[in-house]
């Protein structure tokens, strides 16, 4: 089976402010819900971006550069949006039909559910996380994920879809499998087979096996995320040290738990704590960190069914806050060796 080679097109219709901080200026919000609700014209600045940020200019450079799949985070208010959210369809719509005419396939991630499953602000709604405690919030996710079907289903760029983005691992397990299998049940009986699955480990990877092995799937992922900036290893820890825990850590339990499940890493990065980047005594270092990080990263996941890497792109202001994290401008920094096809190798 072929490698996915993906992009994760975040901060487009889900906002984070880390990675678009200049819609956020003059304001104290930190997530979307609080930033329309602070600014004097929200819908008018919601337009402006997704009208910029992402267009189908991205998608040709995205399939000129090598990658064939972009995973579109979507949040709760894409065809209903109740206040202060704007619906975002008619972009959805856009990427369906840019993806069909590049040769692009896309997974449908549900990153934002309604009470927000993480209490981040990739929720949609940092320090709010109740999605768990309500039944109605969960049927409105299977509701939701069943209109994903109605709309989209039908289309041959759809590959997958993500039943849901990152549930906190302080959720009840039992909580998040009987959803999974709701939604899993759902899509199978609305579209059939053809579109993958993909189920997020809820940031315990080594409980799932009696999941995958009790329960006869057909067509499906399982999608851990793997940082090196979150806590995974210590933020003093060199280049070296670094380098190390990506092959001895992270390659080998892909290696291990692709034996229970098709396995793609639906995010990761090239980003470096700022002590461990710190750690380089000049530019030409600090690029050459990114550089061997990078590459071993990508060998790294390389062994798993697919990857997607976020994101693809960030704002000019947040690119120089976090370098590492746009894939576009690591491509163009030749830190990842993903040349525009015809170019010389």
Not at 4 to 12: A, C, V
Not at 284 to 296: E, F
């Amino acid at each position: 089976m072929k490698t996915i080679r993906g992009l994760n097109l975040g901060g487009w219709l889900v906002l984070e402010k880390w990675m678009t901080p200049e819609l956020y200026q003059n304001t104290n919000a930190e997530d979307e819900f609080n930033l329309l609700k602070a600014v004097e014209n929200p819908e008018e600045m919601l337009k402006k971006h997704r009208d910029t940020f992402i267009t189908e200019t991205d998608f040709i450079w995205i399939k000129e550069h090598g990658i064939d799949t972009v995973r579109i985070p979507v949040g709760h208010w894409l065809f209903k949006a109740d206040y202060p959210y704007y619906s975002a369809k008619n972009y959805l719509d856009k990427a369906f039909s840019w993806a069909k005419k590049h040769g692009l396939k896309i997974m449908l991630d549900v990153h934002a559910a309604k009470g927000c499953q993480n209490g981040f602000d990739n929720g949609g709604l940092s320090g709010i996380m109740e999605w768990h405690k309500d039944k109605k919030n969960i049927d409105e996710t299977i509701d939701f994920i069943g209109e994903l079907c109605d709309v989209y289903g039908k289309e041959k760029e759809l590959s997958a879809i993500q039943l849901l983005n990152e549930p906190h691992a302080t959720i009840d397990m039992k909580i998040i499998r009987d959803f999974y299998l709701q939604g899993y049940k759902l899509i199978r009986n609305k579209i059939g087979n053809n579109v993958a699955i993909v189920f997020h480990d809820a940031f315990r990877i080594d409980q799932w096996e009696d999941f995958f092995t009790k329960n006869k799937f057909e067509n499906i992922y399982l999608d851990t995320h793997m940082y090196q900036v979150f806590g995974e290893i210590s933020r003093e820890a060199s280049i070296f040290k670094l380098a190390e825990f990506v092959i001895e850590k992270r390659m080998e339990k892909i290696r291990e738990i692709k034996k229970i499940v098709p396995l793609i890493v639906g995010e990761w990065s090239v980003g470096i704590s700022f002590n461990s980047l710190q750690q380089a005594k000049d530019e030409v270092q600090k690029d050459s960190y990114h550089r061997l990080l990078g590459n071993i990263l990508l060998l790294a996941f390389e062994e798993a069914d697919g990857w997607f890497f976020w994101s693809y792109k960030l704002s000019e202001q947040a690119e120089k806050t976090h370098p590492g994290w746009s894939f576009r401008k690591m491509v163009e920094q030749e830190v990842l060796p993903f040349k525009k096809k015809g170019e010389n190798k």
